[in-house]
């Protein structure tokens, strides 16, 4: 994403430079302004109230992905429910990413 970012602007700054800074000006906004999607705590209550099981499957790693669950409030809702490609070695829109799913 970096290297997409940097040949749209014309930047030759070193990634190695820039890579850091991303993360944490990422890290920065989501602490700030991540919420859950409109509608989402309610879609879970339902999935809940009729014993649907659910999880995430997401290309980041998984400690990312708990990291920011965890800034919403819905880490709980997840435990033991997100699938990482880095885990899987398969990476989003596989089919067999969701198929790794085992809670």
Known sequence: MLSSA??????????????PIYREQTEQLFEKKLKPMDGAVELLDYLD????????????????????LATVGLEERFKNGIISAF?????KPEPDLCSMRSL
Request: glycine share 2%; hydrophobic share 35%; aromatic share 6%.
């Open 49 to 68: 109230s009729s014993r649907i099981e659910y999880c995430v499957v997401t290309n980041s790693p998984t400690h990312k992905a708990q990291k920011m």
């Open 6 to 19: 940097q040949s749209l602007a014309g930047s030759h700054v070193s990634l190695d430079l820039l890579e």
């Open 87 to 91: 885990d899987a070695n398969s990476w």
